[in-house]
């Protein structure tokens, strides 16, 4: 049978108090105190959940490599649950701690007449001796059970009051149910301290003693999760702040770009990482490939970084070192190709507009102070022609122009009045017409071009062949290109006859006027040159050879003279 203490009549928790403390019959023949560990089993889960509480913030603390480095506030949970089971936990102990000191009674189980009263807690549970099933002494100790499974040990003052209580259990027994049969209350009273004898005193209280004041569970449970919430939140946020602070400075002190992509891929939130520090590690990792187009493919993935001074100056340093690889060619097909690349970075890169002066300057140097000595008129004027290629292209054309000569019907008619005169076919001027001569101006054109050519790079000056000018008389002032206009005219004079085979044939002085011509200029550089043929009889032979091809091989060879005179005139060769 169970009752709860606080729920008994007043005169039965008197009499059950005084009983239990020995003033009353009956008296206690033995005592247990009830020694409980329980409430430091809760205390020390309470500790244990605390300490895995503030444990737990060290998992993943200020390792960038981990994904804990920076908790989520999700953890705020996981820290408030700790910590409010822990006070759970905490407070149930220090209920079952105090629950002994705030007892009327001495909590324990005690021996009475009636049997055993077994009072850990304010719960009274009484087993009578009508139920017991065996008594067992050895030495001191004396071991009860009972039908229900219930067995309780304790220990007497000496053995010989333990083997006196085996003897009077018995007799206690026989005297309960005797009572019992009789319905004795007085008897069973002098057995049974938890007997309702209806006796009541009219001077004491008739209020039942109240059970100890406890905290309200409702209250209790929301301190409880009010302070556990605000521990956990402040154990969440002081530890992301550790931890954030100790992952930046790991972060900083590595100084790449896989770092500062893990520290926000953890959760990091300094400004300062995306905006500044993660674009000046890639753009270092850029730079590093040497190539302009690494530094634009930065430029695409950040439009609007805040590193943008650093970008541009690394976009000049590639830019300048492409530019320094394109000078060391030495050529301005280098630069033009670059610039052609380049060309939306032209004001942003001045250096390129340097770099072209540079070269025409190197060029005009080496060409006035190369061999052989030139003339002023010719340095001074090419030295414009260059300045102008700068601004206008580098084009240059070489154009002849054929100019007839009254010496032409002469030698026609002198050959007529030669005895070695072969007929029409002999006649020297129709090998010497606009039509004949083209072919062979052409072939010395070509070659004028090539050694000109190799006086300047043809980026810097480019000498093309252009068509003949067909009017004898040029307006120099109408070329809208740079020009070498070379005149040319044939004077026949003199007579050489051959014997064998019979021929008759001229000599021929071909002049040539040449003029450099710059637009824009009124000064031009002027060259005139004649060159005296005569016929090579020795191409006649004894199978004798074709008038055309005499004439010919003169006009081949004067033409071919004047280039080669001509281009050593400037240099080249």
Known sequence: MSVDFYRLPRAVQERFLDCSRGRFEPTPWLLEPH?????????????????????????????????????????IGAYAGAFVLSGVCLIRA???RRAGGQSPFVLGTYVFPIGVVDAPSRKLSTFPWTELASVAVEGQCVKLSFGAGASFSFVADSAERAQQIEREIPESRAKLEEARARNDTTKLAQLDPLLDTGLVSPLGPSQTIPPPAAPSRVTTALALVVVGGALGAGVWWGRNTMSEEKIFSETVARDEPAAYEAYLERGGNRPEVRDTL???????????????????????????????????????????????????EG????LER????????????????????????AALEKFRSGPPKKEPALVDLVGRLVRRAEKHGPTV????????????????????????????????????????LTPIARSSGDRLVKGLQTVFARGLLAFDLADEIETSEVDTSALEVPTVLVAYRVRFSGSFVSMKPRAAFVGAGIVFESTLVVPGETETFEHAKKFWKVPPLSMLGEGGAEPGAVYEKMASEAFSAFADEYVAMFGGR
């Open 331 to 334: 050529t301005l097909d280098a």
């Open 94 to 96: 220090q209920r079952l």
């Open 278 to 328: 993660l674009p000046r590690a890639l753009l270092r990792v850029e730079q590093a490939k040497g190539t302009v187009e690494a530094i634009e493919g930065f430029r695409e993935r950040f439009p609007s970084t805040k590193i943008k001074p650093e970008v541009d100056a690394a976009l000049r340093a590639a830019l300048l070192d492409e530019l320094k690889k394109a000078k060391a």
């Open 397 to 436: 054309a070489v154009r002849f122009v054929h100019r007839d000569d009254a010496s032409h019907e002469l030698a026609d008619s002198r050959v007529r009045r030669s005895p070695y005169y072969m007929g029409k076919v002999s006649l020297p001027s129709q090998f010497f017409t606009v039509r004949s």
């Open 35 to 75: 020694r409980r560990r329980t409430h430091l089993m809760w205390a020390a889960v309470g500790i244990v959940l605390a300490v895995v509480g503030f444990a737990s913030a060290l998992l993943g603390f200020g390792k960038l490599d981990s994904s804990l480095a920076i908790e989520p506030p999700l953890a």
């Open 338 to 361: 670059f610039s052609e690349r380049r060309a939306r970075y032209e004001t942003f890169l001045p250096e390129l507009g340097e770099a072209r002066r540079q070269l025409f300057a």
